[in-house]
């Protein structure tokens, strides 16, 4: 059988796994070539990528990547008005599963060929029009979500490159997919200084550049999706949104943005017509971290911008970790503290840990929220916060709005009623030291 063809002569179909599209990169193994359908050769490998996908969809069998380093080399539009993209995953009256055979666990020397990586190399400029252009795009939809087709897509063990994060572009864009599950993938914004080992704190070439604000990581479902969309052990570097959250319904665990402009945003991208991208029902992020971004999570207008739902959608954050460390971001400075642009219209509960220094304990004087309303709608916690204590020890603490605390020395429940001048009270409103 032809390796890059979608003609399968009929002495083929025995042979052929019933499940499986199976694809093999230039620098994949030779075991893993003789037994591939499609083995890519190290140049416009989209190409390849997408006759396989296409297969799959031809025949209802699901796509697997062995290791190796995927070259792409070109964005292309498709005729649904969507983003340009390199790899285009079409919308299928089923879950469809693109599955990579290791998960490339970067360490100080790794190469990229111990799992599966899509690299987006430099030569693709020149196809990314206008807009911002995706690397991989889950199906476009003018009418929304694709459950309402039947629709799924899993995605396991892909890494994607890209080569710099001075342009716009998505890694990975799922705002018209449904019944989303991303588990292991890394993402890289400086993917050329990566692969010539650019490795933590990233400082062997020289500083990192700023990258251009829609340069980003992952960007979530639209709002009002049906099924739970889960996000699983996702690394995301060098971005100017690592991830942009969005939908409903939604569960991120062990997700990581480290040395981006942003690490996270929420509701801070559209898709179709009326839906947004942040409507009514949770967000849940557990066990997640934000390590070294320039401006901690940015809050956008939330509501379906179709006059229905505005405001008061729901994000919990359960072990959220922070580093806050000036002269370790992008930049050598620290900018905004956790806001919503429009203050006071996103609800949810916070507990997290923000680490100010190199090496250091948990702080508990920092502020996590600026201090203009934003958070007003939230339960926050810092965890290095004792409950009970001594008045000493709770005017180290940079408090929360409505944070409570058993001062041991007055006799009294306090709460904070005003973190910016560290105002507690006692539950009859009587300000106390």
Known sequence: MSKTSLERPAADEACRDPAWVKVAAADSSAAAKASADFVCAGADDQETIQKAIDLCAMDGRDLYLYNGLYMLDAFRGRDDDGPRAAVYIPIMKRCFTVRGQSFFQAGRDTPPSNGVVLYARSSIWATAGDGIPSVVLGGWSRNGIGSQFGGGLRLENVSVFICD?????????????????????????????????????????????????????ITMTGGSNIPVARYD?????????????????????????????????????????????????????????????????????????????????????????????????????????????????????????????WNATNGVHQA??????????????????????????????????????????????????????????????????
């Open 165 to 217: 994060a001075q342009h716009p572009a998505r890694c990975v864009d799922l705002r018209c997919s449904d019944g989303v599950e991303v588990r292991n993938m890394r993402l890289v914004g400086m993917g050329d200084r990566y692969l010539k080992g650019d490795r933590f704190p990233y400082e062997k070439f020289g500083p990192l550049p700023m990258p251009h604000i829609d340069a980003i990581g």
């Open 368 to 433: 996590l929220w600026e201090e203009d309303g934003s958070g007003s709608g939230f339960e926050t916690r810092n965890l290095a916060h004792k409950i009970v204590g001594s008045s000493e020890e709770r005017r180290k603490y940079y408090p929360q709005l409505g944070q409570q605390y058993f001062d041991t020395d007055v006799k009294k429940l306090l709460i904070c009623a005003d973190p910016a001048k560290r105002l507690w009270v006692d539950a009859m409103g009587n300000p106390v030291k």
């Open 233 to 357: 052990n996702i690394v995301a570097t060098g971005f100017g949104q690592a991830f942009q959250a969005g939908g409903e319904h939604v569960i991120c665990c062990n997700c990581l943005s480290s040395f981006n402009l942003y690490g996270w945003t929420f509701g801070n991208y559209k898709f179709g017509l009326p839906v947004g991208a942040a409507d009514n029902h949770p967000i849940v992020l557990i066990n997640c971290g934000d390590e070294q971004s320039v401006h901690l999570p940015l809050f956008t207008k939330c509501g379906d911008n179709g006059g229905r739902i505005h405001g008061l959608q729901s994000v919990t954050m359960v072990g959220m970790n922070f580093e806050r460390v000036p002269g370790r971001t992008i930049g050598g400075k620290t900018g905004d503290n956790m806001r919503e642009t429009l203050p006071g219209t996103w609800r949810g509960h916070i507990e997290y840990t923000m680490q100010p220094e």
